[in-house]
């Protein structure tokens, strides 16, 4: 369906079940130690996003947004899933407080919100995915790749 072969790839979604499939066929492309980086504003779709994402990966549970915890961690096919929401950080002080560190850089994937809180500790080989409302339902969706 999704073809994520130009960076940035630009998407244009006008539901949320289809936010989700574009992380869903997302979830194909990452392997052991992946970063996916997302950035938005409130209610873009970036937990959906991250839903779709996490059940490409094989999470049975119903992946919730973190913002109160942080990191939930799931278990996927493959690897664990680590769902990290930011925006209640303060800076990498905080990340490393709650072991951020140890996280991203293990063998697991992660997938972090309000990456803009964090931007140190987001790699260049990270997949930055930018999230703009652009009508009520409608999401403009550039996913760029870090190493080319």
């Known amino acids: 369906m ?3 072969r130009t960076n940035p790839s630009v998407f244009t979604t006008k539901e949320e079940d289809e936010t989700f499939s574009l992380g869903f066929s997302l979830a194909k492309s990452l392997g052991e130690g992946s970063v996916v980086a997302l950035s938005g504003p409130l209610g873009a779709g970036k937990t959906c996003f991250a839903k779709g994402i996490a059940r490409g990966l094989g999470v049975k549970e119903d992946v919730t947004s973190p913002t109160y915890t942080i990191v ?4 996927g096919d493959n690897f664990p899933v680590y769902h990290i929401d930011a925006y209640r950080l303060k800076g990498s002080d905080d ?3 709650i072991g951020g560190e140890e996280i991203i850089f293990g063998r697991g994937i ?3 919100e309000w990456r803009e809180n964090i931007e140190e500790f987001i790699t260049e080989d990270a997949l ?6 652009c009508g009520e339902n409608e999401r403009l969706i550039r996913i760029e790749t870090g190493k080319q």
């Open 2 to 4: 999704e073809s994520f």
């Open 72 to 75: 939930s961690e799931y278990e």
């Open 95 to 97: 990340f490393s407080a």
């Open 110 to 112: 992660s997938i972090i």
């Open 128 to 133: 930055k995915v930018d999230i703009e409302i």
